[in-house]
Nanobody, 119 residues
Framework: EVQLVESGGGMVQPGGSLRLSCAAS????????MSWVRQAPGKGPEWVAA????????YYADSVKGRFTISRDNAKNTLYLQMNSLKPEDTALYYC????????????WGQGTQVTVSS
């Protein structure tokens, strides 16, 4: 059974940092591209970042470019999102879906982790 478990969310002040993790199991993690997607209250899902299966190629939405860094550790079956210089508009539920079809067909999702940026 494919499982994706996000963690690391919380409340942080504007300008702060958080590191999200996504623990993957039930499939060969190193064989799949992965992504981060977020959904703010009352809004649709927004793609945030993606990383190719080897980890050497990364892609970002303009809204987070230069502030967020996606990475992966295939030995630990874990995906990461380092978020710096956080803004109130980054407040959302963050998911780490598996990429079933590049770039934005996602076939499995976790339960998400909440990030709240507020003073």
């Amino acid at each position: 059974e494919v499982q994706l478990v996000e963690s690391g969310g919380g409340m942080v002040q504007p300008g702060g940092s958080l590191r999200l993790s996504c623990a993957a199991s039930g499939f060969t993690f190193s064989s799949y591209d992965m992504s981060w997607v977020r959904q703010a209250p009352g809004k649709g899902p927004e793609w945030v970042a993606a990383i190719k299966l080897g980890g050497s190629s990364t892609y970002y939405a303009d809204s987070v470019k230069g502030r967020f860094t996606i990475s992966r550790d295939n030995a630990k079956n874990t995906l990461y999102l380092q978020m710096n210089s956080l803004k109130p508009e980054d407040t959302a539920l963050y998911y780490c879906p598996r990429v079933g079809g590049w770039p934005t067909f996602f076939d499995y999702w976790g339960q998400g982790t909440q990030v709240t940026v507020s003073s």
